[in-house]
């Protein structure tokens, strides 16, 4: 089987992307030059599809726009945040990974994505060929303004991330939130309720319509767990919840548990931190 997967630059989804290619057969990787236009670097990945059996993105937004507009192109189906492919059937995360569909591609080439740390990244040394799309008479975009995070860590990158949930109270409540989150040089981020009750910007928001994370710590505090929230934050390697109710839905995702008062138990860890740093 011939698989052609479009890379990025420092992109750990396009070496996860590499892994499912390579379960599937001979990868041929692509990467795209220039400025970022969507329907410019589809035309040049669909020039190169005569022959290939699949062509595979990585799970970003990049990743899914772009092959979106490969299909468009070459009038094919595509399938997004696939876990599994077996023969020409896939398997693909549905509403921000709360739902598994099973479906089955019909014609000569796979075009999909891979879902985000359903794949290892890959290792393996691999030449990228790199494409020159022109831009001419396409959308692209041209300027790129990262948000102010005030020089903290962003939420997206942030190896610890302490969220908090409508059991914090108030915005002032998250004071707590920010001084454990400043000790571990991670990052806060809330629930929807919170956004909504406009405690916290949604820029803060993690979850199905907000942010994902994948830190190696996530600390939901007074967060109960609803299948929108897991979607942004089940990408975290560990998940410590604190939750005054036993029976929170958060602890069935929860490696660490502890049940009681946040407003308690987040100042009691802050001191504990503290004391074994010796500040
Ligand atoms: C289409 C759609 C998209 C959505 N997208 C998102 C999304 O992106 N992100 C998101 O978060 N939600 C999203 N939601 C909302 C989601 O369904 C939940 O309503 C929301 O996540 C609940 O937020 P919460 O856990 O803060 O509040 P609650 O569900 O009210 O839970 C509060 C928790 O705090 C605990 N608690 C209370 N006081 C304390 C205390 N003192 N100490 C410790 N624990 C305490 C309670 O026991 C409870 O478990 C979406 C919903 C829909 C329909």
């Known amino acids: 089987m011939s698989v052609l997967v479009l890379v990025e630059p420092d992109d750990e989804l ?3 992307a590499i892994t499912l290619g390579s379960s599937l057969g001979d990868v041929h990787a ?18 190169r599809a005569d022959g290939r059996d699949a062509i595979i993105g990585p799970g970003s ?44 591609f019909h014609g000569p080439l ?20 790199v494409l020159r799309p022109d831009p001419a008479g396409a959308v692209q975009v041209v300027e790129h303004i990262a948000p102010d995070t005030g020089g903290k860590v962003s939420l997206a990158d942030a190896t610890v991330v302490v969220s908090g949930g409508r059991g914090v109270g108030s915005s002032e409540g998250f004071a707590i939130l920010e001084e454990l989150a400043a000790l571990l040089e991670g990052a ?13 910007p949604h820029t803060d928001q993690v979850g199905q319509t907000g942010t994902k994370v994948s830190p190696d710590l996530y600390i939901a505090c007074g967060i109960s767990g609803a299948t929108q929230h897991i979607a942004g934050c089940k990408g975290a390697k560990k998940l410590l919840a604190i939750n005054a109710d036993p029976e929170a839905t ?21 001191a504990e931190l503290r004391k074994a740093r010796g500040s």
């Open 110 to 129: 796979k075009l999909l994505t891979a879902a985000p740390h359903a794949f290892a990244a890959s290792d393996g040394p691999f030449e990228v060929e």
């Open 61 to 104: 937004d990049r990743g899914n726009e772009v092959l979106a507009h490969v299909a468009a192109q070459l009038d094919l189906p595509f399938a997004a945040n696939v876990t599994a492919v077996r023969g020409d059937e896939v398997t693909r995360q549905r509403w921000g990974g709360t739902l598994l569909e099973h479906a089955r």
């Open 14 to 16: 396009s070496l996860q």
């Open 188 to 200: 806060v981020g809330c629930s929807r309720v919170v956004t909504s009750a406009g405690w916290r």
């Open 250 to 270: 958060i602890f069935s995702h929860a490696d660490y548990a502890v049940i009681g008062d946040l407003h308690e138990i987040v100042p009691a860890i802050t």
């Open 30 to 47: 692509l990467s795209c030059a220039g400025p970022y236009a969507p329907s410019a670097w589809a035309s040049a990945i669909a020039g």
